[in-house]
Nanobody, 113 residues
Framework: VKLVESGGGLVQPGGPLRLSCAGS????????IRWTRQVPGKERELVAN????????DYGDSVKGRFTVSRDNRENTVFLQMNSLKPEDTAVYYC???????WGQGTQVTVSA
């Protein structure tokens, strides 16, 4: 049973990137999923939440209007579309099931020219 994040990498400021969070060994569609991010030495920061149906979403203040969370329950995957990326978005991004405080291993996003 695990969550696997993918899609991270190096992107220039202003560019887009899409992260994926795939469930393995369990049905991700039954759960609300949360994206968070963390920079070494700083507290983990909320990025986005999405409910099991995909109809209810909310975002951290620093990403509102730039990031969009979605899910494809047929694919057992949750996505994070990140647009207009800034250097301060550089972090390790994690997806998780907040109900069980269960998290993936994370994927590194680096925004730099």
């Amino acid at each position: 049973v695990k969550l696997v994040e993918s899609g991270g990498g190096l992107v220039q400021p202003g560019g887009p990137l899409r992260l994926s969070c795939a469930g393995s060994g369990f049905i991700i569609s039954a759960y609300a999923i949360r994206w968070t991010r963390q920079v070494p030495g700083k507290e983990r920061e909320l990025v986005a939440n999405i409910d099991p149906t995909g109809r209810r979403k909310d975002y951290g203040d620093s990403v509102k209007g730039r990031f969009t969370v979605s899910r494809d329950n047929r694919e057992n995957t949750v996505f994070l579309q990140m647009n207009s990326l800034k250097p301060e978005d550089t972090a390790v991004y994690y997806c998780g099931v907040p109900l069980y405080n269960y998290w993936g291993q994370g994927t590194q996003v680096t925004v730099s020219a």
